[in-house]
């Protein structure tokens, strides 16, 4: 089954007086329960694309599917409603909610799911012992390291168990031991849970793992792997 | 959560919550001090403008309030005043009205001859405090007329002078009769004290051809509040053939300048509470423009914009109902003191000395006077916040992430 479906996306900034083309005529179908990096140098489109996949952003032209639905027509609020129940999302650089603890920022997104609180706690807890940060949900993001940040990230981005998450550059402010132990993370949440993940990186450790490498270049793709993961 | 995630935005920035909502309870204090002062000060006008002559209730003949005539009478008037005297809390006295020519040894001037009860004028009325030379009436049938002290100048009289007064009898006969001037009075306005005399009730009666009759029975309740309660025991006592008026049918003027007064009242209030929202409106655009980047975050997260948006107005709806609270609390504590110990300024005492009147203002501690301003502080507030949170609707969940990094 494909999870994702992008066809002939398209889609140009402007910097000034520069026109830059981050998306040009891309199509890739990436089949549900697939762990896929995105490589590219920085400017390449990666994020652009990850973006276009989450919704967050829109093409200029092209199609997105997700899970057979066109996602590229939705309006705004239909697409935070897609987000919401079936894309999980992790940052670079965490975008944890530095006044919500690390509990309730996992909690977040299933209270505004409408999931009553006594429920909420339990997954909370649950996919915070999962992620390794055990007896560290009352501490707010200020009072965590860098890779207990991610990992907050990480489970807050899986907590609603979303059918795909979609990662930016997740160890780009991680050494390299947190690194693996995250990556480490997303191939098990990969295996037990089916869900699909679709990491844009540049670190050579992470895609390692993947078992799906797409090589971008100036918007387009250049190369699309299967390879067998680490 | 969205009211967790609003109480700890303010938290943020403490100074800039802390001045803003420092701001609302100055305002709302000073709302509810002006407020309380405003309807205590209408409670003290009303009573002192009722209490030289109007009452809170007046029992009339029907028409006579429209057309004071001579012949429009209330039957066994100070009977009737006598039975009404019998509820508990009220003070009434019968009056009966004529107008005559007052003719001293060296002139003659029209004026308004009011048959009063001597022994309970006094409790309807605060013109009898007001003698200034002489006494006020003491017997229901003497000869005597207290006057108005430019009265008295005109008519060049003195207390113990003579005074001839000419007027027309109930049944349109002629009436006159010959009284000592018992008392001057000096009310301190220009139509009582050139116009206004008064003789005992029983002396009018039989100089005018009365009868038993009267033409007003003046009744006073124990304050404004109590009128309307009072109303309903009189209009149950009343005979046929008269109607009871209030206050504010009797003295129209007196509600229209009340309501003079409320209109300017209320648009410094605006002003102020209008200053007080461009405040918040300020606070809460700098506090969005801080955080683009973590709205962004919710948007990414699958927050819906108008969600987002109802987070800054919950923000500013905390931060008002804050405000409400502590205004409340401060502003009702001072109010409340001064309800009971009052509130002078300088010359005051003197002034009202001068009309026979309360030294001191009352403030009125009431549901309205506490909650009105700061209700509406907390409503601008919200309205104030509403641009910022429309602003949020237009953010663009990447550009907003990738602005504020």
Redesign the interface.
Known sequence: MTAVRCVDLSKTYRQGDQEIRALDHVSIDIDAGDFVCLSAPSGGGKTTLLNAIGGLDRPDSGEIYIAGERIDTLSKAELAELRLHRIGFVFQAYNLIPVLTARENVEFVMQVQGVGPAERRRQAEQILEEVGLEGMGERRPAEMSGGQQQRVAVARAIVSKPALVLADEPTANLDSTTSDELIDLFTRLNRHHGTTFIIATHDRRVMGYARRLVKMLDGRIVDDIRQHAA | ?TL??AW??LW?QPRRTLLTVGAMVFSNVLLIFLISMQVGMYGLMIDNGLKFSTGHLQVQAPTYIDEPKMRLTVPAAAALARELRGIDGLEASARGVAFALAASDERTYGVSVVGVEPLHEPSVSSLPGLINAGRYLEEDDAAEIVVGAVLAKNLKLTVGDELTLLGSGLDGSFAAAVVTVAGIFESSIPDLDRGFSAIPLGFFQETFFMGDAGHLVVVTAGSIEQVEEAAVEVGERLPDGVVLHDWDALEPALRQSIQADLGSSFFLYFVLVVLVAFGVLNTQLMSVLERT??FG???????????VGRLVLAESALMGLLGMALGALFGGLIVSYLSINGFTYPGMEEMSAQFNLPASIHPRVTLVSLFAGPLMVLVFAVLASIWPALRLRRL???VA?RAA?
């Open positions: 959560m967790r995630l700890r935005n943020r980047r973590e975050i919710v948007l990414a997260l699958g927050l819906a914009p108008g969600r663009e969940p990447v992430m990094v």
